[in-house]
């Protein structure tokens, strides 16, 4: 009850109605008394009394629908109907209706240790920054964390103190771009808590979970942020949202370029022509969504019971292949014993039990009771037990081939009489179909913004775009100081930092993080700085595994398990190496070859980051293969864990390969890919840090999940096996599912090879026509006797060859086009091998043996003053490296050009 006293007279009960305003020409507050004879009587509000009065101390002003949050001195509550609110800006005290208003309180989160903690993280970047656009996003960051405001309805709230809150659950969900089990459980949690995390190993639709939170938030009228510091991540979520006709809601913020482009050309809104017939209302797409749930677990359950098939065929296979082998005499068929799979194991087990000793009472009363088998003899005899146990093992498969092929059959049948395909796609359409027509009955928001002032009128911006898009490092400078957004979605957040993460955070009042922490992983900057709690710790964690040390069991986190992009055979490693098979490939193995392996040859072939050997054998191997594979016309991808690598490949690889690293290629995919993974078995690639890197868990999961339809793994001989990684593990695995001419070993193999302890049995030849007194180098051995072989052909018989010659006895000192510095450099440099006629003495070219120490810096430059030497002199220069293949061809073609021209004896 509301009491109302104008100059000390109580006037509560001859008044119908009063009001608070301000009057411009009093510069006060006023109270206006209304009677019900409709006359009204105003006085300063200063002498007035209003019953009850409440006064509030520094709040956050907010008001319904609106993203807007603002800061307030202090507040006075006249009656639960006025609010006279004075800004920290201001002042002038303004007044609102509390029914157009409301407060929040203000957290001392900015005040906190792990607040602090974060600050201090962004100032330490700043400072140690190493160059200037380093030092300058950096500094972008300090000025957007001191912006976000302290509200407690935040997500940055929420993580910092470790508490996650629930949201009030939803009239409904729709589907519009479609749905598997995993999807629809990952988009349920999404809107039943503040903070959430969805998993998304490679292929398994996060793209497509993403999209169907977009639906669910325009939906409900609200606004969300899509962030990633992966732009191709972000751009995938922009094309779909274009295909389907909802583009027009993005907003592409981001940095100042990309905010300038954006207003530049903004996207028209559409026609507004009404659809031909009305939508189906939110129960009816329920109603069809509860029956669709019925049969998602029946998908999910034939796609792995068809894997299962796949790998039990393969180990039968093998053990077929392993019995005719070994001569093994297995005992007839024991199909009338009746036992299933789990009694053919048991069976085994007690007969291995048994071992050679002989069938006892006891032991025949096991079998009768728990095998059904009353006549022991064709177990009595050691032979006849053999016999009868090699039987069961190829019992077992056939057994169990069976009854998961019914079982798969049953489960196929279920889907076939549920409609199974059509109700999805309908509950996709009527999803589709609803959203757009809850999208057009809205009034026709406002085009009118520009890149100066669409923050000044933010609600009515992001009424017009609901969706924004942006970096994470610029979300704070992309939108209203002090706005908070309905959701946040953080994509690829195993490669994001907490700082700027938690720039994000603060903008939103819910957060959806997705990622795959088996994926890359974000690369910390060291800084020393101690957390006040481990899973805060900047150093360790990226922004998904910190929500995931903070919230522990109260974070909902769904792993999307349905795998879509690979090949059956080529997701089943990372399925079984990395998920603990909880993934479920929905792809369908044709029996193709999708897996192969390039061994090189033994030696030491890795020079700088750069592996020559690898790329001549994946070479061979493509020429014999002749036209590549290009099912979908995503192309070839060539993978390495090194940019020193990727660089070579540049220059032998055909073009039609895309080339990058690993950490470049994550979010990419590919119909074929190819990872060389560069190392040799030289001590220094041995160090535990160089393998650690190269057979990093997640590098190698990237790796092999680009691939669609084939993964082509190049490596050295023998390089990984040592420390039993994930490398060594993927060779087997290949090695266990790959056709047999898949496996391809040693495709090149050097005549330099002969340097190594170990190397291929075909240069052995080579190796005995050797000679030491060519030189106390090996590798000039092998190259003059090459030679030696190469001028003994007729055609070559006027050439002749000499070794070890100073470079001024093969260059004359007196060019003056030489310097005086290579002059001095000519009278102490030598050739290896030196080419001439017969007659007249003439040097033809020089060929120079590179080992190892040529990839030094002083070294390289001393080839580079005898290379510029013998152009100047016009004498051509074959460089051979030992890491190199192809040397006698190369030698051949080297002295081709003056055996065509030499003059005949």
């Known amino acids: 009850m509301v009491s109302i006293h104008v100059g000390g007279k109580d006037k509560t009960a001859v008044i119908s109605d009063w009001s608070i305003y301000w009057s411009d020409k009093y510069a006060a507050l006023q109270l206006t008394c209304h009677y019900p004879s409709k006359k009204t009587y105003t006085r300063p509000l200063s002498d007035c009394r209003i019953s009850p009065t409440r006064e509030l101390g520094e709040m956050l002003l907010t008001k319904p629908g609106s993203t807007m949050v603002k800061p307030i001195a202090k507040a006075t509550i006249y009656g639960e109907r006025y609010a006279v609110v004075l800004h920290q800006d201001s002042d002038q005290p303004y007044v609102y209706k509390m029914d157009g208003i409301g407060f929040a309180s203000l957290t001392a989160m900015k005040e906190a240790p792990v607040f602090n903690y974060f600050v201090a993280v962004a100032h330490a970047r700043r400072d140690r920054a190493g160059s200037k656009s380093d030092r300058e996003i950096a500094a972008n960051v300090v000025r957007q964390l001191d912006k976000l405001p302290a509200s407690a309805d935040t997500a940055l709230h929420a993580y910092c103190t470790g508490r996650n809150g ?48 977009l639906a669910n938030i325009l939906l409900r009228r609200q606004t969300v942020a899509v962030l990633s510091n992966n732009n191709s991540a972000v751009e995938n979520v922009y094309e779909k949202l274009e295909k389907c006709g909802l583009g027009h809601l993005v907003a592409k913020l981001g940095n100042q370029d990309n905010r300038k482009d954006f207003f530049a050309d903004l996207p028209p809104w559409p026609s507004s022509e009404p659809e031909p017939e009305p939508a189906p209302p939110l129960e009816e797409i329920q109603a069809r969504l509860t029956r669709l749930k019925q049969h998602l677990h029946d998908h999910n359950r034939a796609a792995q019971l068809q894997a299962e098939l796949d790998e039990l065929t393969i180990e039968r296979r093998y ?315 995503d192309g070839r991808g060539f993978i390495a864990p090194f940019r020193a690598q990727v660089n070579l490949s540049g220059t032998h690889l055909p073009v039609d390969f895309v080339k990058d690293t690993v950490h470049k290629f994550q979010g990419r995919e590919c119909d074929e890919i190819v990872f060389s993974t560069v190392l040799d078995k030289k001590h220094y690639n041995q160090e535990r840090k160089r393998l650690d890197f190269v057979d990093d868990p997640r590098m190698v999961n990237v790796a092999v999940s680009r691939a669609k339809h084939r993964f082509t793994l190049v490596t050295g001989d023998d390089v990984f096996t040592g420390n039993n990684g994930h490398i060594a593990a993927l060779m087997r695995y290949v090695e266990y599912y790959a056709q047999d001419e898949q496996v391809v070993r040693a495709p090149v193999v050097s005549a330099f090879d002969l340097l190594y302890r170990e190397y291929d049995q075909s240069l052995a030849r080579l190796d005995a026509r050797l000679r030491p007194d060519d030189s106390r180098y090996k590798s000039e051995q092998i190259v003059a006797q090459l030679l030696r072989e190469a001028l003994s052909a007729p055609s070559c018989q006027a050439l002749m060859c000499h070794a070890q010659l100073r470079l001024n006895q093969v260059a004359a000192s007196t060019n003056p086009a030489l310097t ?86």
């Open 319 to 633: 053990l077929q292949q392993w019995q005719t082998d070994s001569g093994v005499q297995a005992a007839a068929s024991l199909v009338k014993y009746g036992l299933s799979p789990r009694k053919t194991t048991d069976l085994m087990a007690y007969l291995a039990h048994l071992g050679e000793q002989r069938i006892r009472l006891m032991d025949r009363i096991e079998l009768l009771f728990n095998f059904r088998i009353f006549r022991t003899k064709p177990f009595a005899r050691d032979d006849a037990r053999l016999s009868v146990f090699h039987a069961l093992q190829m019992h077992y498969y056939d057994k169990a081939l069976q009854e998961k092929e019914a079982e798969l059959q049953a489960c196929r049948a279920s889907l076939a009489r549920g409609n199974f395909t059509v109700l999805l796609d309908e509950l996709k359409t009527a999803s589709m179909r609803h959203l757009k027509q809850h999208l057009q009955r809205q009034a026709r928001p406002s085009d009118s913004f520009d890149p100066n002032t669409y923050r000044k009128q933010f609600d009515a911006f992001v009424q017009r775009f609901p969706i924004l898009g942006s970096g994470t490092h610029s979300i704070v400078n992309s939108i209203a100081q002090g706005a908070i957004l309905d959701y946040v979605i953080i994509d690829e957040a195993s490669l994001q930092d907490i700082v700027p993460g938690i720039l994000a955070l603060g903008c939103a009042k819910n957060l959806i993080v997705v990622g795959d922490n088996r994926q890359l992983a974000h690369i910390p900057v060291a800084l020393g700085l101690q957390a006040p709690t481990d899973a805060y710790d900047c150093e360790r964690y990226s922004l998904l595994d910190s929500c995931i040390g903070v919230f522990r069991d109260a974070l909902p986190r769904t792993l999307l398990k349905e795998h879509y992009r690979c090949h059956p055979r080529i997701i089943q490693f990372c399925n079984q190496q990395f998920y603990d098979n909880a993934l479920v490939p929905m792809t369908e193995d044709k029996g193709e070859a999708p897996l192969r392996l390039v061994v090189t040859a033994k030696g030491n072939h890795t020079r700088q980051n750069t592996n020559h050997r690898e790329l001549d054998s994946l070479l061979k191997v493509l020429d014999d293969e002749g036209e590549p594979i290009g099912l979908d016309g």
């Open 820 to 905: 005086a510095h290579e002059r001095a450099f000519m009278a102490r440099a030598s050739c290896d091998f030196v080419l001439y006629f017969k007659v007249g003495k003439t040097p033809l070219g020089v060929i120079e043996v590179d080992g190892g120490s040529h990839d030094r810096p002083d070294q390289a430059a001393r080839d580079a003053l005898k290379n510029d030497i013998l152009a100047k002199s016009g004498i051509p220069i074959l460089r051979l490296r030992t890491v190199e293949s192809r040397i006698a061809e190369r030698i051949a073609s080297f002295i081709t050009q003056w055996a065509s021209t030499a003059p005949s004896a």
């Open 166 to 213: 629930t949201q009030a659950p939803g009239t409904g969900l729709i589907f519009p771009f479609g749905v598997n089990a995993s999807q629809l459980a990952a988009v349920e949690q999404a809107f039943r808590a503040q903070i959430s995390v969805i998993e998304g190993p490679p292929g398994t639709g996060k793209t497509q979970t993403i999209l169907n939170i």
